[in-house]
């Protein structure tokens, strides 16, 4: 199993910086950085954490193809694996419908977009002057001058990660994709989610065990139990509001909860939001507890297929001791 960790950039990027170091002499081998345009600019933080770290692999986790030309992704994420060696990964997903409403975005089509974004990437990271006129991607000779030019056939150095969660994303990134980001964090989701990713590598006639599984959890470790599931508290009440209601349903909760949570978001009113995040919701949409139960969940994950391990969001009460709490799990993996 591989271990990655999600920062999502709403703290000074030297924290972040700080944080990633600290995972880097952990064992973790992914930093990823989530991109919503509210927050800091993933890819400036990007650019810090490589600075910052020698060896641990720095991803845009995930970006979209509607905040940004993918040519001008291309040359972000480009940059970023010139500034850090050639540790750069770009994952690329539909992105946050309720920040697009801000932007005066659509972000329709997500499925397709992105399918086509993947081949762009690929020629883009080649060094090839990129041609491509789809039904959502349209270029005329769009290249990276600071790109080696890779042999033909080559995808380029950068691997391509497909953020997704819906069936038809995920298969669709068994298609194309390097690895696939599952926003979830129980078992269950991945014994749904896994065979979609399977079944778009076998119809592509791809090799499925090429394809980094991620299960990008919201995680909380802390010697406490209860003060790391407090923690947890917010971030899943946010994933529970805006989950779809099959998910919720999968769980065995009531997707009429999310009008109750959207109503206490919208009015900023956190205390009460918490009050109605149940255990059975904690348990569903979050790894969180002391490291003998971070552990058991991980094994089970592992199980089901699979193979990267994302801490994400809250990580625990207090993110240094989080990160080394897990150093302390990956090297008994
Ligand atoms: C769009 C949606 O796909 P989805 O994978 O469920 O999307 C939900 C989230 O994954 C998506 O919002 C991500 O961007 C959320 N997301 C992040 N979103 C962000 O904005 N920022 C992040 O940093 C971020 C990180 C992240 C990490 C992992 C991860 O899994 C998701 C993450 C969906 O509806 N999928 C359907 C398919 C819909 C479909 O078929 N659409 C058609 C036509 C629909 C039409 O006509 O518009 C098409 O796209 O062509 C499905 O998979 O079955």
Same mark, same amino acid.
């Given at each position: 199993?591989?271990?990655?960790?999600?920062?999502v950039?709403?703290?000074?990027?030297l924290?972040?910086a700080?944080?990633?170091?600290?995972?880097?002499?952990?064992?973790?081998?992914?930093?990823?950085?989530?991109?919503?345009?509210?927050n800091?600019?993933?890819?400036?933080?990007?650019?810090?954490?490589s600075?910052?770290?020698?060896?641990?692999?720095i991803?845009?986790?995930?970006?979209?193809?509607?905040?940004?030309?993918?040519?001008?992704?291309?040359?972000?994420i480009?940059?970023?694996?010139?500034?850090?060696?050639g540790?750069a990964?770009?994952?690329?997903?539909?992105?946050?419908?309720?920040?697009?409403?801000?932007?005066?975005?659509?972000?329709?089509?997500?499925?397709?977009?992105i399918?086509?974004?993947?081949?762009?990437?690929?020629d883009?990271?080649?060094?090839? %002057?990129?041609?491509?006129?789809?039904?959502?991607?349209?270029?005329?000779?769009a290249?990276?001058?600071?790109?080696?030019?890779?042999?033909?056939?080559?995808?380029?150095?950068?691997?391509?990660y497909v953020g997704?969660?819906?069936p038809?994303?995920?298969?669709?990134?068994?298609?194309?994709?390097d690895?696939?980001?599952?926003?979830?964090s129980?078992?269950?989701?991945?014994?749904?989610?896994?065979? +979609?990713?399977?079944?778009g590598?076998?119809?592509?006639?791809?090799?499925f %065990?090429?394809?980094?599984?991620?299960?990008?959890?919201?995680?909380s470790?802390?010697?406490?139990a209860?003060?790391?599931?407090?923690?947890?508290?917010?971030?899943?009440?946010f994933?529970?509001?805006?989950?779809?209601?099959?998910?919720?349903?999968?769980?065995?909760?009531n997707?009429?909860?999310?009008?109750?949570?959207?109503?206490?978001i919208?009015?900023g009113?956190?205390?009460?939001?918490?009050?109605l995040?149940?255990? +059975?919701?904690?348990d569903k949409?979050s790894?969180?507890?002391?490291?003998?139960?971070?552990?058991?969940?991980?094994?089970?994950?592992?199980?089901?297929?699979?193979? +990267?391990?994302?801490a994400?969001?809250?990580?625990?009460?207090?993110?240094?001791?989080?990160?080394?709490?897990?150093?302390?799990?990956?090297?008994?993996?």
């Amino acid at each position: 199993m591989k271990f990655g960790i999600e920062f999502v950039p709403n703290e000074p990027v030297l924290n972040l910086a700080s944080y990633a170091k600290t995972a880097e002499d952990e064992g973790f081998e992914f930093v990823w950085v989530t991109d919503h345009y509210n927050n800091r600019d993933v890819f400036s933080t990007l650019s810090v954490l490589s600075m910052a770290t020698n060896r641990i692999k720095i991803g845009a986790g995930v970006t979209n193809p509607y905040t940004r030309n993918p040519a001008v992704t291309a040359s972000a994420i480009a940059t970023v694996n010139d500034i850090s060696g050639g540790r750069a990964v770009l994952g690329i997903g539909p992105g946050d419908k309720s920040t697009f409403e801000t932007l005066g975005l659509s972000g329709d089509k997500p499925l397709s977009t992105i399918r086509e974004c993947v081949g762009v990437y690929r020629d883009l990271f080649a060094g090839k %002057n990129v041609f491509f006129d789809g039904e959502n991607i349209k270029l005329k000779g769009a290249h990276l001058d600071f790109v080696k030019k890779s042999a033909d056939g080559d995808k380029g150095a950068i691997p391509v990660y497909v953020g997704a969660q819906g069936p038809k994303m995920l298969e669709m990134a068994g298609a194309v994709s390097d690895g696939v980001l599952i926003n979830a964090s129980h078992p269950d989701d991945f014994r749904f989610a896994v065979p +979609q990713i399977r079944a778009g590598a076998d119809v592509a006639r791809r090799n499925f %065990n090429e394809i980094d599984v991620a299960a990008y959890t919201c995680f909380s470790i802390d010697a406490d139990a209860d003060a790391a599931k407090k923690k947890a508290a917010p971030v899943v009440a946010f994933i529970a509001a805006g989950a779809p209601d099959t998910i919720l349903s999968r769980h065995g909760i009531n997707p009429e909860i999310k009008k109750e949570l959207g109503a206490e978001i919208s009015k900023g009113n956190f205390k009460a939001l918490n009050s109605l995040v149940s255990d +059975q919701m904690i348990d569903k949409f979050s790894i969180s507890g002391d490291s003998e139960f971070c552990e058991k969940r991980m094994r089970e994950l592992e199980k089901t297929g699979v193979t +990267q391990l994302v801490a994400g969001s809250p990580l625990g009460v207090s993110k240094e001791k989080a990160i080394k709490n897990i150093g302390k799990i990956i090297r008994i993996f």
